[in-house]
């Protein structure tokens, strides 16, 4: 047996074997725990990054910023409650759904917003896809429906994109009342065909004769009415509308599935079908979906009302993206475990672990990334090798994460990155970046386009650009790096290197009054004046031994011995960040149900700063 899981083996052994009257053999991977973490890193949920290790390479991008005060730099509507995004690739383009209401959660009026882009990156202005429902008649003028969808996308077998979404009756979108199942098809144009309903909640009333959209049978186009037929008879896709829908036929035959939110599947190597849902859910079926064993509670997930999502990744392998939080407030960080057999999952790792800001009240704003969606298995497949994710922060921003598989947290190789074999504004392999839309990381074609270097562009009052590299873990590091800054008057970088748990014994960094400064054990300690647009060359040796660092500039030594800041008994990443080190919210200080304020000012941009990046060298195991 591998001996990564040997242990494993022998703790699930031991445990599944309950002993007393009526005992069964509730072996792990059975109906019983259809899946198991068996350990290894504990997320710190005091910490916005659990103090886990980042999945070495994520690129996090923010699809769109809400906007109340300007919304024509954000959607044009200036709703501050998005939430509920899905993500499928079709037609050599990225597609994003999310909900929209213009303050707080199941609060109408509601509506479906798209974004695409072609890379991933560069996202356009999302558009309405299914606009506000109005209730009336048979309710009073000006009632209007909410929206709720639990599916955004799906791929056809003969390869048509079908949009949907599901208008439903605020504050309950369970409840009875809701209105039905909304689709229509995406062009390869990029249009949009009629909106129809695909199904009717027929056990409130409704149907053709009493809503504002036909039934999809009366389409002339045949190929999305076969398209329509199609995902109806596909039961898995079906299964993710179940606690939307309270409809009075048969499209759901086994009722022991009631209670459980949001359901996501994935294949098993043996053909099983595991089922997962919210507040640590997990289901089997033999039968394609048809029939599911009775949902279990898989006590080693840690999670709650937040979004579990799992897909077999493009090495064979499986991941499970989930928040493994006990606080439904707090959902932070997002994270990755990973499997072999899709059945025991270890190596808990960081996608998302920022959290800036809640800028607009609203209600439900549970903070955090959270409500993840991969593209579904069997529903088209992103480009190359990599997990692509899409989820909300704060329940008000969209982002999207790009996991490179395989799936990994260690670096063995030294770092030796020019950035000059990448594409301008293309990934920027092996780092690890946070661009929100006012603060990006991107490879630019400075000082020309032979040679590159890395930027980091900031004009968020609330959130900041970052960029880290992964090094191997050492107690003795040389680190060398080009540096210069395009402004000394504003702004801010802050250089940190850390430990696996993300603390920072070395801190310096580039503040707005001209100076470079160092923390000295406790004290901030100036370096030198710094001058716009000059490269710098640096040159950091850690010594965690000693517990100091010593800094050089331009070949001389500026720093000498100073002392760390916070203990560490190694170092393995090196952190470049366009703000302050934040640490709220945090748990005891912010809950999505306080009666906070908008934050000051949130809409409007600051002034650019940008500082740019290149020839990072790092050896390990070297004074």
Request: net charge negative; with cysteine; charged share 25%.
């Given at each position: ?151 955004g996308f799906y791929v056809a077998p003969d390869d048509r994109l079908l949009v949907l979404a599901f208008y439903g009756r605020a504050p309950n979108r369970f409840a009875k009342g809701g209105i039905g199942r909304v689709v229509r098809e995406a062009y390869k144009d990029g249009t949009f065909g009629p909106i129809y309903f695909l199904r009717y909640n027929t056990s409130s009333g409704w149907s053709e004769d009493n809503t504002h959209f036909p039934f999809y049978k009366r389409s002339t186009d045949a190929g999305f ?399």
């Open positions: 047996m591998c001996t990564r899981y040997y242990s494993a083996f022998v703790f699930v052994l031991a445990s599944a074997i309950q002993i007393g009257p009526g005992a069964i053999l509730a072996q792990t991977g059975s109906i019983h725990e259809p899946v198991r973490y068996v350990g290894g890193p504990v997320v710190h949920n005091p910490a916005h990054d659990g103090q886990l290790r980042p999945a070495i390479g994520i690129e996090t991008v923010q699809v769109m910023r809400a906007n109340r005060t300007h919304p024509e730099w954000a959607d044009d509507f200036g709703w501050t409650y998005n939430h509920g995004p899905n993500i499928v690739y079709w037609n050599d383009r990225f597609y994003v759904e999310y909900l929209s209401n213009p303050v707080g959660e199941h609060i109408a009026p509601g509506q479906t917003l798209l974004s695409s882009s072609a890379d991933g990156r560069q996202w356009e202005k999302p558009q309405v896809v299914f606009p506000v429902y109005d209730l009336s008649p048979p309710d009073p003028p000006g009632t209007t429906a909410m929206m709720h969808q639990r599916m009415v076969a398209a329509c037929d199609a995902l109806l008879a596909d039961v898995l896709m079906r299964r993710q509308w179940f606690d939307e829908e309270h409809l009075d036929d048969d499209a759901f035959s086994d009722r022991n599935l009631v209670k459980p939110q949001a359901f996501n599947w994935y294949r098993r190597k043996d053909g099983r079908l595991v089922g997962l849902w919210k507040w640590s859910l997990a289901a089997l079926s033999s039968d394609e979906g048809q029939t599911w064993s009775a949902p279990a509670k898989v006590a080693t997930l840690q999670m709650t009302g937040a979004k579990i999502s799992g897909r077999r990744t493009s090495d064979g392998r499986y991941a499970l993206i989930y928040n493994p939080n006990v606080d439904d407030d707090h959902r932070w960080p997002l994270a990755i475990v990973t499997s072999d057999d899709g059945i025991l999952f270890d190596d808990m790792l960081c996608v998302h672990g920022e959290v800036p800001p809640r800028r607009f009240a609203g209600r439900y704003k549970d903070f955090g990334p959270q409500y993840n969606r991969c593209v579904a298995e069997g529903n088209g497949e992103s480009p190359g090798d990599d997990l692509w994710v899409t989820y909300s922060v704060n329940k008000e921003d969209i982002w999207v994460s790009r996991i490179p598989v395989p799936i990994r947290a260690r670096e063995t190789e030294p770092v030796y990155d020019n950035f000059d074999n990448l594409k301008v504004d293309g990934p920027v392999t092996n780092w690890n970046t946070y661009s929100p839309r006012w603060a990006s990381v991107r490879v630019a074609g400075d000082p020309n386009v032979a040679n590159k270097s890395l930027e980091l562009a900031d004009k968020d009052p609330y959130d900041y650009a970052r960029a880290i590299r992964v090094f191997p873990e050492t107690r003795l590091a040389k680190i060398r790096f080009k540096l210069r800054a395009e402004q000394n008057d504003f702004g801010r970088l802050e250089i940190d290197v850390t430990d696996r748990f993300g603390y920072r014994p070395v801190r310096f960094f580039l503040d707005a009054d001209r100076q470079m400064k160092a923390i000295n054990g406790r004290k901030v300690e100036t370096i030198v004046s710094y001058a716009l647009n000059r490269w710098y060359e640096f040159e950091v040796r850690v010594d965690v031994d000693k517990g100091n660092f010593t800094i050089s500039l331009d070949g001389e030594r500026v720093l000498s011995a100073e002392a760390f800041a916070e203990h560490a008994t190694s170092v393995e990443r090196i952190s470049f960040r366009t703000g302050a080190y934040r640490t709220g919210p945090t748990l005891r200080n912010a809950t999505s149900e306080q009666p906070d304020r908008t934050a000051p000012d949130p809409d409007r941009p600051e002034s650019l700063a940008a500082f740019r990046l290149d020839d990072v060298v790092i050896a390990a195991n070297t004074k």
